[in-house]
T-cell receptor, first 113, second 112 residues
Framework: ETGVTQTPRHLVMGMTNKKSLKCEQH?????MYWYKQSAKKPLELMFV???????ENNSVPSRFSPECPNSSHLFLHLHTLQPEDSALYLC????????????FGSGTQLSVL | EDQVTQSPEALRLQEGESSSLNCSYT??????LFWYRQDPGKGPEFLFT???AGEEKEKERLKATLTKKESFLHITAPKPEDSATYLC?????????????FGSGTRLLVRP
C-alpha cells in the first residue's frame, strides 16, 4: 500500500458518541496534518505534527483530540461533537521541512446527528 | 488579514475551449503559492508551486503563472478528465512553515 490512507471513509455519529479517525502514511514523511473541509469553505488547518511533536493547533475545540504515536500514524479522537462539525476530515503528510507540497488522503466524511 | 480569493466559483467549458482560473491573494509577504486539484470523493492532489513573480510552471494542458497579487491557472484545450475542483493556497512570510491559507476553489466542468 502506498500514499496516505484514511479510515473510515464515512462515519455517522451522535453528539454523545466517541469515535476516532485514523490516518497512516507509507511515504516515509515526518510531518502529518489534519484539515477540515466544509461545503463551499476553504480547507482549514487543524493540527500539525512533526516528528511526533505537535507544532500547530489552530484554535481547535477540545472535543477534537489528536494523537500521533509515530511519524506514520495519526489519529483524531472525537467526542461530544456538534452538528456543525459535520465535514470532510482530511489527513496529509509532507517530508517535514515545512513549505512543502502536501500529500492528502481521501478523507473521512463525518456526519454528526 | 491574510486572504486568498479564487474566481470564478464555478466554470463550465466545452471540450477544447481554453480558459483561465484566478487566485488573488493578500498577504504581508509571499513564501510560496500552491495549486492543487481535487476530484470528488478524494483529497487534493498537488499540481504546482510558484515562489516569485514572473515564474511559470507547466504540466500537460495546465500552466500556472504568478504576479505580485495573483496567480492564474491556464487550461489549454481542456478535456472532460480535467473536470475537478482546483484549489489555490499560499504560504505567508511570518507564518509557520506548515501553515497554508487555502481559497474556496473553482469547480471546473468540461463537457464533451
Amino acid at each position: 500500500e502506498t500514499g496516505v490512507t484514511q479510515t473510515p471513509r464515512h462515519l455517522v455519529m451522535g453528539m454523545t458518541n466517541k469515535k476516532s479517525l485514523k490516518c497512516e502514511q507509507h511515504l516515509g514523511h515526518n510531518a502529518m496534518y489534519w484539515y477540515k473541509q466544509s461545503a463551499k469553505k476553504p480547507l482549514e488547518l487543524m493540527f500539525v505534527y512533526n516528528f511526533k511533536e505537535q507544532t500547530e493547533n489552530n484554535s481547535v475545540p477540545s472535543r477534537f483530540s489528536p494523537e500521533c504515536p509515530n511519524s506514520s500514524h495519526l489519529f483524531l479522537h472525537l467526542h461530544t461533537l456538534q452538528p456543525e462539525d459535520s465535514a470532510l476530515y482530511l489527513c496529509a503528510s509532507s517530508p517535514g521541512q515545512g513549505r512543502e507540497k502536501l500529500f492528502f488522503g481521501s478523507g473521512t466524511q463525518l456526519s454528526v446527528l | 488579514e491574510d486572504q486568498v480569493t479564487q474566481s470564478p466559483e464555478a466554470l463550465r467549458l466545452q471540450e477544447g475551449e481554453s480558459s483561465s482560473l484566478n487566485c488573488s491573494y493578500t498577504v504581508s509577504g509571499l513564501r510560496g503559492l500552491f495549486w492543487y486539484r481535487q476530484d470528488p470523493g478524494k483529497g487534493p492532489e498537488f499540481l504546482f508551486t510558484l515562489y516569485s513573480a514572473g515564474e511559470e510552471k507547466e504540466k500537460e494542458r495546465l500552466k500556472a503563472t504568478l504576479t505580485k497579487k495573483e496567480s492564474f491557472l491556464h487550461i489549454t484545450a481542456p478535456k472532460p478528465e480535467d473536470s475537478a475542483t482546483y484549489l489555490c493556497a499560499v504560504q505567508a512570510v511570518g507564518d509557520s512553515s506548515y501553515k497554508l491559507i487555502f481559497g474556496s476553489g473553482t469547480r471546473l466542468l468540461v463537457r464533451p
